[in-house]
């Protein structure tokens, strides 16, 4: 059975639901988040009963993240409830979810790097001897006997940082183990394991299953969704849109829970016709150096002047690793770029720069913002004036061209000499795209350009992307929103693992066939 | 529970205006409670005083603002402070005697030659210290750490342990001359601190300095070279200890290998008094001048005070950390 349920946040009694009785291991009901007055989470309810693996599916964005948070305790909702063992709790923190019984193994590792693996599988809960030592021999042991479960042969003494992403996820997983965890939340497991590391998690989550524990598996691999889960929920827009059994529904009906939403932002319509290929990707790999796995492996595409290409992929595509390479700030493993013809390799971020290409890049608060500094600096920082002589900035030509882009791109400022972070999201962001429009580059790599931002700068936004493509800018956007993708872009690209997937005329493509081709399945 | 927005807004706004005048506050307050205690403290000759004293480690301190504001730090000062005093000394002199010479003669060379050599010693120390930061990746508290300790070995090598002193009246004129009333240090500390004003706030180096301290992945994704920038930000502060070494030998009419001792944390505790951020990216040379002013009023008053240099030191311990608290307040109040 696969309901599209009419998403209603308060109507939390959903026809055809499994029924609720008092064996529920955890349930939530009606969880509702916000963030800045923004509803992440509408009014989500789910369900696990002892030994049930449920899939949480989802795009980017969806609310999947939040909805761990909340189970988690690393946030605390603002409507709606959280049941374990039919008794409400309230989750403070994170150790309280933890005491109640609940892991969370995420995707970023939040093991610590210089522990050994004993002790990262205890931290927080070290045991001790009576005298109140720390237990070691117990811990090893613990730990030999949680990793040899999950047929991982590492020195328990080794530090963690000596292991590969697998181990270390594995070490993750051993770490709920040793917690007696009735519910496992797994958040993108396998995101860096090999098949057979992958094939291996299957079984183990098979035997936490026959044991009475509860798994939420959250992934994209909806492959693995069918080998593991038995009961899924779909997020889209921070609302449940589907949920039921697995063998019940296919992959083709779980893209389109996940990715079918009307694209709201009408498509520019315009027809531009494409000019010469300005930017010339050929089988381009990142270079893989010690634990750091290769994220781009076979990426070609090629970009025209006046022309929006989108990037579509999953997180861990290698959308980002890829423009970073284009923008000098890592190194070209294997391929050819050209540029306007000529091949091109640039050392430095100034490099590509001269080169003439720009990069806005997908966090503005980690790698745009000069947080402190006022709204000029920060405009001026790609050197958009030229410097008078003796490198003294030229504050009134400044000034001038940053008016002109306040005006033009509507940025709300108290004054252009307020510190930049006193802005809203959205205006810092028209900002930091003013910073590379004023250089006038060939190539405008906008990566995640409307994350963090509200709705009606996020028109702005989009309004501007397609205006400077109109002028003749060649822009590859990068955006997880697939809505975002469809409604700017001329043509697309699908990524998936580091590999192009397919090339689709944005005319022709939906959110449905795009989410085909960056997820995997048989 | 929620504030409305303006009136926040408003109040970090009061907040962050009281963050940049704090230090000055801080500083008429000190001079007021010290001329009240004792009427002397304002006599025009000990208000020189108190200026010809601040010049030589506030020079070093406007230097200091610059790789504080990188979110650097620079304990090497101090030795290279005496390390810079030798070398304008051995020019100066033409040698040191029973050490070695440099002219067959052994007399020495015009002031000029002195300075430059002070100058181009402290420049090249602070450019290689910068690059080890920048290319070897060492945390610039080890290199300077370690600096610290070669540069006092080097001018101990130099000096063969004594002083060399003794130098002709140009050369004193730098340390001890007078314009007017005006003591000469306190003129080129001026200058030193308006040059590096304009520096910092109106040339492309100086917002560079900013963005490297306020964001450096931000400051490389805008084509900033972030090495490059930290490299010249010791360049810059290595230039200020040769020009206090120069000034400090000229107004001793000596150079000796022990000089300059702890000028490092007097330096560093003028401009974090200054509310140059530790953590980069905020603050500038005013606050520093301040800063260096309100250190040298206290050691000045406590002096004057009859306190005893004992209890100074504590007290002037204490002012530094209330102050970093004050601007750590500040900093989360005005958010």
Not at chain 2, 287 to 315: E, F, K, R
Request: charged share 20%; with cysteine.
């Amino acid at each position: 059975m696969n309901q599209s349920l009419d998403m209603d946040p308060v109507k939390t009694e959903l026809p055809g639901r499994v029924q609720r009785s008092g064996n529920m291991l955890l349930e939530a009901r009606g969880l509702v988040k916000r963030f800045f007055g923004v509803t992440v989470l509408n009014g989500i309810s789910m369900s696990l009963q002892p030994g049930e693996v449920r899939a949480l599916l989802g795009e980017n964005g969806a609310g999947k993240s939040t909805m761990i948070n909340l189970l988690s305790g690393v946030l605390q909702p603002d409507g709606g409830e959280i049941f374990l063992d039919g008794e409400p709790v309230r989750f403070l923190q994170p150790i309280d979810a933890n005491h109640a019984g609940i892991s969370v193994i995420r995707q970023e590792l939040s093991l610590f790097p210089d522990l050994s693996v004993a002790e990262a599988v205890f931290a927080g809960h070290l045991p001790t001897t009576r005298f109140g030592r720390i237990d070691w021999k117990y811990m090893r042991e613990a730990t030999q006997s949680a990793l040899g479960r999950l047929d991982l042969a590492v020195d328990v003494r080794a530090p963690v940082d000596s292991l590969s992403v697998a181990e270390q996820q594995m070490v993750e997983i051993a770490r709920a183990l040793t917690r007696e965890s009735r519910v496992v939340i797994m958040d993108e497991p396998t995101a860096s394991l090999s098949p057979k590391e992958v094939a291996n998690l299957g079984e183990i989550i098979a035997q936490l299953s026959r044991d009475g524990v509860a798994v939420l598996y959250v992934s994209h691999r909806l492959d693995e969704v069918r080998a593991f889960c038995s009961t899924y929920t779909v997020l889209r827009d921070g609302k449940a849109i589907s949920e039921g059994i697995v063998k019940d529904t296919t992959i083709p009906l779980l893209i389109r829970d996940m990715a079918g939403r009307d694209v709201e932002i009408g498509r520019s319509g315009a027809e531009r016709s494409s000019g010469k290929a300005v930017l010339e990707v050929r089988n381009l790999a990142s270079r893989p150096h010690g634990r750091v796995v290769q994220r781009v492996r076979d990426v070609s595409f090629t970009l025209h002047e006046n022309e929006i290409l989108g990037l579509a992929g999953i997180v861990g595509a290698g959308r980002t690793e890829t423009a970073r390479m284009l923008f000098g700030l890592d190194p070209i493993g294997s391929g050819d770029v050209l540029l306007e013809g000529e091949s091109f390799a640039p050392s430095s971020p100034s490099a590509a720069m001269k080169a003439g290409i720009g990069y806005v890049s997908e966090d503005r608060k980690a790698l745009s913002i000069l947080p402190q500094r006022s709204v000029t600096e920060n405009f001026a920082l790609t050197g958009v004036v030229p410097p008078k002589l003796f490198g003294r900035n030229d504050s009134a030509g400044e000034a001038k061209l940053l008016e002109q882009f306040i005006e033009t791109l509507d940025i709300r400022a108290a004054s252009i000499k307020a510190p930049i972070a006193t802005l809203s999201g959205g205006n810092q962001q028209k900002v930091i795209l003013a910073r590379w429009i004023a250089r006038h580059p060939r190539v405008l790599i906008v990566d995640e350009p409307t994350r963090g931002v509200d709705v009606g700068a996020k028109e702005d936004v989009h309004d501007l992307i397609r205006k400077i493509s109109a002028q003749g800018v060649a822009v590859l956007l990068i955006s997880s929103d697939l809505p975002e993708i469809l409604a700017l872009s001329d043509r697309i690209i699908t990524l998936l693992e580091g590999n192009v997937t397919s090339e689709v005329d944005a005319a022709s493509a939906t959110a449905e066939t795009l989410m085909m081709k960056m997820t995997k399945h048989e | 529970m929620t504030e409305d927005p303006n009136v926040a807004m408003a109040r970090a706004r009061r907040y962050a205006l009281l963050g940049k005048l704090a230090p000055l506050i801080f500083l008429l307050l000190l001079v007021i409670i010290f001329a009240i205690l004792q009427p002397r403290f304002l006599m025009s000759l000990n208000i020189f005083n108190i200026l010809r004293q601040v010049s030589i480690f506030g020079i070093i301190a406007v230097g200091m603002t610059f790789v504080i504001l990188i979110r650097g730090i620079d304990l090497s000062v101090g030795s290279l402070v005496a390390v810079t005093g030798l070398c304008a000394a051995v020019v100066a002199k033409g040698g040191v005697e029973g050490n070695f010479a440099l002219t067959a003669d052994g007399t020495g060379f015009h002031w000029a030659f002195a300075a430059l050599a002070a100058l181009a010693a402290g420049t090249l120390a602070g450019v290689l210290q910068g690059m080890a930061i920048a290319w070897l990746a060492v945390p610039a508290f080890v290199v300077t750490l370690g600096g610290l300790t070669i540069f006092r070995g080097i001018a101990l090598t130099i000096s063969n342990g004594g002083p060399v002193s003794g130098f002709s009246a140009e050369f004193g004129w730098w340390g001890r001359g007078l314009v007017g009333p005006i003591p000469v240090p306190v003129i080129i500390f001026a200058v030193v601190a308006l040059v590096a004003y304009l520096v910092l706030t109106q040339t492309r180096f100086g917002r560079a300095v900013y963005a490297v301290g306020s964001n450096p992945d931000a400051a490389r994704l805008s084509g900033i070279n972030v090495n490059l920038v930290t490299i010249a930000t010791y360049g810059v502060i290595g230039f200020c200890s040769g020009m206090a070494g120069f000034v400090l030998a000229s107004r001793l009419n000596s150079a000796e290998a022990v000089a300059g001792t702890g000028y490092e944390l007097t330096a560093i505790a003028a401009v974090v008094i200054g509310g140059t951020s530790l953590y980069g990216g905020t603050g500038g040379v005013v606050g520093t001048v301040i800063g260096a002013l309100l250190t040298g009023v206290l050691m000045n008053g406590l002096v004057i005070l009859n306190v005893s240099p004992y209890t100074q030191q504590v007290m002037i311990g204490l002012i530094i950390i209330a102050a970093v608290a004050f601007d750590a307040f500040i900093k989360k109040q005005s958010r």
